[in-house]
């Protein structure tokens, strides 16, 4: 989809810079709406229960892209995936957190994310060229038919697993263990947001007709990186790693932006891989170490509510950026700003909240 929603919206109807960044970013405004609940109801009914749930909606929401070709239906449906993504999300990443145990779940986290971006590698590539050679309502049917894969799947997770019979008072509408990695998650996700919005638009430039191959080699850098140093946020400290990840983020996003040639977007793609592979286990990690185990789908909700709101408020804000300077390359400058204030934000709270708790003498 990430490829292949901005050109449906641009050369099918006839959108604007605005248009493709909401039409890529509604699925995350109703996730984000929705997490905080359904985050507090997958620590009771259970992790499969989300994960069934979700794939369902997704499904349901992707097959019919084609049946009205209107912004509004688009956004609607992207709207009720957006739902659909959310369930699954917290189904399926506490269940790998509930298996692992406490000192490898920065492990856990970085193996459980190959799946995510062993979609993000393949899928963009597979969507571009459904799209190219059928066209858009096989496409639509090629997503949908992987959430109805993700269903059949969904089946494997215990049917008991991290169902609570008796809860304990929720912490309010937000998990106060995961707002602030979640807010440093917002702050570095945004640009890589942008890139994956206005990317396939922005080739053109360049000479270029495809972005397909770069969210490959981003995809299969991340799948590396994650397998091969899949103990680094461990080792290295959410603190530290997160670090890296959003000078990497910040340093590319600003290659993009101000030199527009096509090695500036291989370099750019390059520093993305490492800061997307490194932040997302780092901060996860630290959020859910913060929370009590009966809360943890709790903490998954409250985090991966600001991974949505990154899209659903980045995409349509680098789109106005993008619309007013009639570029795509403000959507990455504005990006890049975006990380640097969340690396001075890491730097100056994070080491509170990553400190080790120490338990007094006797």
Partial sequence: MLPTLPRYVEEE????????GVVVGAFAVSAAAVRPTVGRLGDVVGRRAMALAGAGLVAVATLPLGLVPALWFLVAMRLVAGLGEACFFIGAATAAQDLAPDHRRGE????????????LAFGPLLGEQIYTRF??????????????????????IPKEMGRVTDPPPRRGLLHP????????????????TGFAAFL????????LDEAGPFFLVYGV????IRVIGARLPDRLGPLRTSTYALVAVAAGLTCIGLVPVVAAIWVATVALAIGMSLLFPALF???????????????V???SLFFDLSQGLGAPALGLAVTAFATERAAFLLGAVVALVGLATARARLPALAAPVTTPAG
């Fill in 13 to 20: 109807l006839d959108g604007t810079g605005l248009a493709v």
């Fill in 108 to 119: 856990a986290a970085s193996l459980f994310s190959v799946t995510i971006y062993g979609g």
């Fill in 135 to 156: 066209g858009p309502d096989e496409t639509w049917l090629f997503a949908g038919g992987a959430a109805v894969a993700a269903f059949v799947l969904s089946w494997f």
């Fill in 177 to 192: 263990a995961a707002v602030l990695p979640g807010w440093v998650l917002l702050l570095g996700v945004t640009g890589f």
């Fill in 200 to 207: 396939p638009l922005y080739v053109d430039d360049v000479g």
């Fill in 221 to 224: 850098l991340v799948l590396a």
């Fill in 285 to 299: 990690t630290l959020a859910v170490n913060a929370a009590p185990a009966e809360e943890r789908s709790h903490a």
């Fill in 301 to 303: 909700g409250t985090f």
